[in-house]
């Protein structure tokens, strides 16, 4: 079974920068993507950005473009999130997640995110 696990999350002030890191064994051959999804305390989990196969392909919230960054290494066995200029409103566990067909079914366990002056 796919396994996902992130790491680098932690407390930094706004305007800091932060890169999470997705460490993928594994993977699904059927895997078409990877992605992070965001939950807030209080809030329903949210999509960040997503890459497709090629790399070529990202996607991102309005809420991060221009500050995040999603990118890959090593085929799929590696996937970051570059977050730079972070706000107040970026606080919250981070999650990796691998799209098998259409469907983002598998899932890391989360890392924290803290934005605090």
């Known amino acids: 079974q796919m396994q996902l ?3 680098g999350g ?5 305007g800091d920068s932060l890169e999470l890191s997705c460490t993928v064994s594994r993977r699904s051959p059927r895997t078409t993507g990877m992605g ?3 939950q807030a305390p209080g809030k329903e989990r949210e999509f960040v950005a997503s890459i497709d196969n090629s790399g070529l392909r ?3 919230a309005d809420s991060v473009k221009g500050r995040f960054t999603i990118s890959k290494y090593n085929g799929d066995n590696m996937v970051y ?3 730079n200029n972070l706000k ?3 606080t919250a566990v981070y999650y990796c997640a691998a799209k098998i067909g259409n469907i983002w079914g598998s899932w890391g ?3 924290q995110v ?3 002056s």
């Open 58 to 60: 990202r996607n991102y």
């Open 81 to 83: 999130l570059t977050m």
């Open 5 to 7: 696990v992130e790491s």
């Open 36 to 38: 992070w999804f965001r």
């Open 109 to 111: 366990q989360g890392t």
């Open 88 to 90: 107040i409103d970026d």
């Open 114 to 116: 803290t934005v605090s």
């Open 10 to 14: 932690g407390l930094v002030q706004p």
